[in-house]
T-cell receptor, first 115, second 114 residues
Framework: SQQGEEDPQALSIQEGENATMNCSYK?????LQWYRQNSGRGLVHLIL?????REKHSGRLRVTLDTSKKSSSLLITASRAADTASYFC???????????????FGTGTRLKVLA | DTGVSQDPRHKITKRGQNVTFRCDPI?????LYWYRQTLGQGPEFLTY????????KSRLLSDRFSAERPKGSFSTLEIQRTEQGDSAMYLC????????????FGPGTRLTVT
Protein backbone atom coordinates (compact mmCIF):
# COMPACT_ATOMS: atom_id res chain seq x y z
CA SER A 1 0.00 0.00 0.00
CA GLN A 2 1.05 3.60 -0.48
CA GLN A 3 2.55 6.05 1.99
CA GLY A 4 -0.72 7.95 2.13
CA GLU A 5 -4.08 6.32 1.86
CA GLU A 6 -7.35 8.13 2.33
CA ASP A 7 -10.52 6.62 3.61
CA PRO A 8 -13.23 6.58 2.42
CA GLN A 9 -12.47 6.61 -1.28
CA ALA A 10 -15.75 8.37 -1.97
CA LEU A 11 -18.22 10.26 0.18
CA SER A 12 -21.57 11.78 -0.69
CA ILE A 13 -23.34 14.09 1.78
CA GLN A 14 -26.03 16.74 1.88
CA GLU A 15 -25.18 20.42 2.02
CA GLY A 16 -24.81 21.54 5.61
CA GLU A 17 -23.58 18.18 6.88
CA ASN A 18 -20.06 17.53 8.09
CA ALA A 19 -17.58 15.47 6.10
CA THR A 20 -14.76 13.50 7.65
CA MET A 21 -11.97 11.84 5.73
CA ASN A 22 -8.99 9.95 7.05
CA CYS A 23 -5.43 9.44 5.94
CA SER A 24 -2.89 6.85 7.00
CA TYR A 25 0.82 6.95 6.33
CA LYS A 26 3.77 4.68 6.92
CA UNK A 27 6.97 6.53 7.77
CA UNK A 28 7.90 9.12 10.36
CA UNK A 29 6.97 12.60 9.26
CA UNK A 30 7.80 16.21 10.05
CA UNK A 31 4.41 17.41 8.88
CA LEU A 32 1.39 16.37 6.87
CA GLN A 33 -0.49 18.50 4.40
CA TRP A 34 -3.98 18.34 2.95
CA TYR A 35 -4.86 19.43 -0.59
CA ARG A 36 -8.07 19.83 -2.53
CA GLN A 37 -8.45 19.24 -6.24
CA ASN A 38 -11.37 20.15 -8.41
CA SER A 39 -11.74 20.79 -12.10
CA GLY A 40 -12.11 24.51 -11.65
CA ARG A 41 -9.10 25.41 -9.53
CA GLY A 42 -6.75 22.48 -9.85
CA LEU A 43 -4.76 21.30 -6.83
CA VAL A 44 -4.81 23.71 -3.90
CA HIS A 45 -3.09 23.52 -0.52
CA LEU A 46 -5.54 23.59 2.39
CA ILE A 47 -3.66 23.13 5.63
CA LEU A 48 -0.38 21.91 7.09
CA UNK A 49 -0.09 20.22 10.47
CA UNK A 50 3.31 19.67 12.07
CA UNK A 51 4.29 16.46 13.79
CA UNK A 52 4.22 18.13 17.22
CA UNK A 53 0.67 19.39 16.70
CA ARG A 54 -2.41 17.32 17.44
CA GLU A 55 -5.10 19.55 15.99
CA LYS A 56 -5.32 22.54 13.73
CA HIS A 57 -8.18 24.69 12.48
CA SER A 58 -8.63 26.84 9.43
CA GLY A 59 -12.09 28.26 8.83
CA ARG A 60 -14.44 25.30 8.40
CA LEU A 61 -11.54 22.85 8.30
CA ARG A 62 -10.27 20.88 11.27
CA VAL A 63 -7.29 18.59 10.95
CA THR A 64 -6.05 16.14 13.54
CA LEU A 65 -2.82 14.18 13.61
CA ASP A 66 -2.05 11.06 15.60
CA THR A 67 1.60 10.20 15.08
CA SER A 68 1.34 7.08 17.24
CA LYS A 69 -1.24 5.68 14.83
CA LYS A 70 0.32 7.34 11.79
CA SER A 71 -3.00 8.81 10.83
CA SER A 72 -4.67 12.14 10.19
CA SER A 73 -8.23 13.25 9.66
CA LEU A 74 -9.77 16.19 7.85
CA LEU A 75 -13.17 17.45 8.97
CA ILE A 76 -15.12 19.90 6.86
CA THR A 77 -17.99 21.40 8.79
CA ALA A 78 -21.21 22.81 7.35
CA SER A 79 -20.32 21.59 3.88
CA ARG A 80 -21.27 23.48 0.75
CA ALA A 81 -21.74 22.38 -2.84
CA ALA A 82 -18.49 24.22 -3.63
CA ASP A 83 -16.62 21.76 -1.37
CA THR A 84 -17.23 19.05 -3.96
CA ALA A 85 -13.72 17.93 -4.87
CA SER A 86 -11.08 15.29 -4.26
CA TYR A 87 -9.08 15.66 -1.06
CA PHE A 88 -5.55 14.35 -0.66
CA CYS A 89 -3.13 14.09 2.19
CA UNK A 90 0.57 14.37 1.39
CA UNK A 91 3.84 13.89 3.25
CA UNK A 92 7.53 13.68 2.60
CA UNK A 93 8.52 10.04 2.72
CA UNK A 94 11.56 8.55 4.30
CA UNK A 95 14.26 7.42 1.93
CA UNK A 96 12.86 4.46 0.01
CA UNK A 97 14.59 1.34 -1.29
CA UNK A 98 15.75 3.20 -4.37
CA UNK A 99 17.31 5.89 -2.22
CA UNK A 100 14.72 8.46 -3.22
CA UNK A 101 13.23 10.96 -0.82
CA UNK A 102 9.96 12.07 -2.28
CA UNK A 103 6.68 13.81 -1.66
CA UNK A 104 3.83 11.33 -1.63
CA PHE A 105 0.15 11.97 -2.11
CA GLY A 106 -2.52 9.61 -0.96
CA THR A 107 -5.11 8.04 -3.19
CA GLY A 108 -7.68 10.69 -2.32
CA THR A 109 -11.24 10.93 -1.08
CA ARG A 110 -13.80 12.07 -3.64
CA LEU A 111 -16.34 14.22 -1.83
CA LYS A 112 -19.65 15.12 -3.37
CA VAL A 113 -21.85 17.64 -1.59
CA LEU A 114 -25.44 17.60 -2.75
CA ALA A 115 -27.39 20.85 -2.74
CA ASP B 1 2.40 36.93 -8.32
CA THR B 2 0.72 35.27 -11.26
CA GLY B 3 0.97 31.73 -9.92
CA VAL B 4 2.52 28.68 -11.52
CA SER B 5 1.97 28.40 -15.24
CA GLN B 6 2.37 25.43 -17.52
CA ASP B 7 2.52 25.19 -21.26
CA PRO B 8 0.94 23.66 -23.22
CA ARG B 9 -2.27 22.87 -21.38
CA HIS B 10 -3.05 19.99 -23.71
CA LYS B 11 -0.84 17.89 -25.94
CA ILE B 12 -1.85 15.10 -28.27
CA THR B 13 0.97 13.15 -29.80
CA LYS B 14 1.55 9.90 -31.60
CA ARG B 15 3.35 7.04 -29.96
CA GLY B 16 7.07 7.28 -30.48
CA GLN B 17 7.20 11.05 -30.70
CA ASN B 18 9.07 13.28 -28.25
CA VAL B 19 7.24 15.93 -26.23
CA THR B 20 8.44 18.76 -24.03
CA PHE B 21 6.48 20.61 -21.39
CA ARG B 22 7.35 23.88 -19.73
CA CYS B 23 6.70 25.10 -16.21
CA ASP B 24 7.13 28.65 -14.94
CA PRO B 25 7.10 28.72 -11.13
CA ILE B 26 6.26 31.61 -8.84
CA UNK B 27 9.22 33.91 -9.24
CA UNK B 28 10.67 33.85 -5.74
CA UNK B 29 10.27 30.10 -5.26
CA UNK B 30 13.50 28.14 -5.36
CA UNK B 31 11.89 24.68 -5.28
CA LEU B 32 10.18 23.21 -8.31
CA TYR B 33 8.46 19.83 -8.52
CA TRP B 34 7.08 17.63 -11.28
CA TYR B 35 4.28 15.09 -10.77
CA ARG B 36 2.26 12.79 -12.96
CA GLN B 37 -1.39 12.11 -12.26
CA THR B 38 -3.68 9.55 -13.84
CA LEU B 39 -7.45 9.48 -13.53
CA GLY B 40 -8.68 8.61 -10.07
CA GLN B 41 -5.21 8.65 -8.52
CA GLY B 42 -3.21 11.12 -6.50
CA PRO B 43 -0.23 12.88 -8.05
CA GLU B 44 2.91 10.73 -8.33
CA PHE B 45 6.21 12.40 -7.54
CA LEU B 46 8.65 12.50 -10.47
CA THR B 47 11.42 14.87 -9.50
CA TYR B 48 12.26 18.13 -7.81
CA UNK B 49 14.77 20.93 -8.06
CA UNK B 50 16.33 23.37 -5.70
CA UNK B 51 17.30 26.25 -7.94
CA UNK B 52 18.98 24.54 -10.90
CA UNK B 53 20.02 21.39 -9.04
CA UNK B 54 17.91 18.27 -9.48
CA UNK B 55 17.81 16.81 -5.99
CA UNK B 56 15.59 13.77 -6.34
CA LYS B 57 14.39 11.65 -9.19
CA SER B 58 11.81 8.92 -8.81
CA ARG B 59 12.22 5.53 -10.40
CA LEU B 60 9.04 6.46 -12.26
CA LEU B 61 11.23 8.85 -14.19
CA SER B 62 12.63 6.32 -16.61
CA ASP B 63 15.44 6.93 -19.06
CA ARG B 64 12.87 8.33 -21.45
CA PHE B 65 12.05 11.13 -19.06
CA SER B 66 14.33 14.06 -18.35
CA ALA B 67 13.83 17.32 -16.56
CA GLU B 68 15.90 20.46 -16.48
CA ARG B 69 15.88 23.79 -14.75
CA PRO B 70 18.86 25.45 -16.39
CA LYS B 71 18.80 28.86 -14.75
CA GLY B 72 16.87 28.05 -11.65
CA SER B 73 13.74 29.64 -13.01
CA PHE B 74 11.53 27.79 -15.51
CA SER B 75 11.77 24.04 -15.98
CA THR B 76 11.16 21.64 -18.84
CA LEU B 77 10.08 18.03 -18.74
CA GLU B 78 10.84 15.99 -21.84
CA ILE B 79 9.46 12.57 -22.66
CA GLN B 80 11.21 10.74 -25.45
CA ARG B 81 9.65 7.96 -27.54
CA THR B 82 6.26 8.40 -25.92
CA GLU B 83 4.15 5.37 -25.09
CA GLN B 84 0.43 5.12 -24.54
CA GLY B 85 1.08 4.55 -20.86
CA ASP B 86 2.54 8.05 -20.67
CA SER B 87 -0.93 9.52 -21.15
CA ALA B 88 -1.60 11.47 -17.98
CA MET B 89 -1.77 14.92 -16.46
CA TYR B 90 1.68 16.34 -15.76
CA LEU B 91 1.66 18.77 -12.86
CA CYS B 92 4.28 21.27 -11.85
CA UNK B 93 4.49 22.91 -8.44
CA UNK B 94 6.79 25.34 -6.71
CA UNK B 95 7.53 26.32 -3.13
CA UNK B 96 9.75 28.63 -1.13
CA UNK B 97 11.45 25.68 0.48
CA UNK B 98 10.94 22.07 1.30
CA UNK B 99 9.23 20.35 4.21
CA UNK B 100 7.33 23.13 5.94
CA UNK B 101 6.39 25.06 2.86
CA UNK B 102 3.23 24.50 0.91
CA UNK B 103 3.45 23.74 -2.76
CA UNK B 104 1.62 25.84 -5.31
CA PHE B 105 0.45 23.88 -8.30
CA GLY B 106 0.04 24.83 -11.90
CA PRO B 107 -2.99 23.85 -14.00
CA GLY B 108 -1.16 20.90 -15.52
CA THR B 109 -0.45 19.66 -19.02
CA ARG B 110 -2.72 16.88 -20.18
CA LEU B 111 -0.86 14.49 -22.46
CA THR B 112 -2.66 12.06 -24.72
CA VAL B 113 -0.56 9.54 -26.61
CA THR B 114 -2.40 7.92 -29.52
Amino acid sequence: SQQGEEDPQALSIQEGENATMNCSYKTSINNLQWYRQNSGRGLVHLILIRSNEREKHSGRLRVTLDTSKKSSSLLITASRAADTASYFCATWSGVDTSGTYKYIFGTGTRLKVLA
Amino acid sequence: DTGVSQDPRHKITKRGQNVTFRCDPISEHNRLYWYRQTLGQGPEFLTYFQNEAQLEKSRLLSDRFSAERPKGSFSTLEIQRTEQGDSAMYLCASSLGVQIYEQYFGPGTRLTVT
